[in-house]
């Protein structure tokens, strides 16, 4: 049988220990294992040697394909170096990309030298099909899911069935070492190890990569598969804590409330962190339901806020008013569950007032939920296929037209065209401001009392709505960059 390489890029975002397990490359993996090719998986991340590593990987004879996974943003420039230095050390071999990002523009993406091969969407049936092909030296029109150039022309496949995540087969967790990937939940020490139950958004977020990506449809697994998955990494991996990655862990009640049951039942004592839920569901929960939660080790859950204005709430069809937000942050306080919130800034037709709206809203969460957790305010960035991104196009934003050009695009800067200098120096002042909102564990010793302090001046700027004159920018900055080294 063949070897495949599959390549995670570094995110350009986190510090290593700060890391989460590539689990996507373990999905494309499962069933290639599962029919008896060998896989070898490079997170360029933890692999400081990754170049010799991968040389080693493309020289073996029987290794059919290179693999890249890739979300916007800069984990596109380091993808780009990834597949450079498969050019150079295999030029035969095809390199296949894949992830949201090439999912969302794939003849865009495959109009660039570095890529032979996108893999559209979900990749466990399109890339197994696809190294068959190459094995068996057989066209790639007949596998679903894949765009590719072929004499001058792009050709694009029908898509394959969704993946029956019933079948999925045991991930090959021993392909990486899970002892670096012990993640800790945002504030919390305690180790935990990531998995995914379910698939999708039914939802309609105008920001959202979920309504191209999944066609805004959601399935998830049994509670009996579920189960089967968290024993596994607790019995067999250590694990303490289950970081749950899922879009939308809450998007069925019946499924939620038969894993809790079960969760409380099979005596497991694991704690349960990051699990995806919306201010609306939330809402429609009862003290009942929350206190079913907590039992079963729900530790701490992320809401999406976004806004604290109902009317950009509305535009961007988030379909949740404020209230609610304040409703459900006192019932999560009561329950004993910490909310984790995020929130974005920088929306078309959003103005400078509505921002500060945010801002409030943010500062009053934590007065209200001392236990809160505040995300920085992050900076808009519209995702190809998105709503969003289409109204930013009408609005004359430019998008760059080759793949390397979107590892510029990012969180941590305004990339939208339509602002105005002064709005745009505006919201990059407040993003860095919101992240003092919050920093309870981040830092320690001298640090730690200096930043709290600013915290006392930065709360105070948001609710006076006072940002004209801000001296102590460079002294922020400062900060970040000692924290993060």
Known sequence: MGHIVL????????????????????YVAAPLVQKGHSVTIIDQRKEPGWRDVLRRAVNKPQTLAVGITTMTGPQIGHAMEIAQAVRKMAPELPIVWGGVHPSLLPEQIVQSEMVDIVCVGEGEISF???????????????????????????VSTNPPPLYDLEQLPPLPYDLLDLSSYQTQPLRIKRASLPIITSRGCKF???????????QSSWRGMSPEKVIEQITNLVKNYNAGGIFL??????GSRHRVEQIFKMLIESGLGVHIYNANCRVDFLHRSSSEFLQLMRRAGVEQIFVGVESGSDRVLNSIYKDIKVEQVLEINRNLRDAGIIPVYSFMAGLPDETRQEVEQTLKLMVRLREE?????????SLFVPMPGTDLFERCKEMGNKFPQR????????YNHVNLTYLSDEHRKFLERVSELSGFLDVEDKVTGLLKIVVQLYTLIATWRCKKRFYNWMPEMALMRLLRTLKRN
Do not use: M
């Open 204 to 214: 309609r977020c105008a920001y959202c990569y979920n309504t191209k990506f999944y």
């Open 403 to 410: 793949l390397e050009d979107w590892s510029n695009y990012d």
């Open 128 to 154: 197994s099909e696809l190294i068959k092909a190459l094995e068996e030296r057989k066209e790639w029109s007949n596998v679903p899911g894949i765009c590719y150039s072929k004499n001058g022309k792009i």
């Open 369 to 377: 939920n001392p236990q809160a957790k505040l995300y920085k305010l």
């Open 245 to 250: 990655l899922d879009d939308n862990f809450f």
């Open 7 to 26: 390549l995670f890029p570094h995110t350009g975002y986190t510090k290593s220990s700060e890391q989460i397990l590539p689990l996507g490359l373990l």
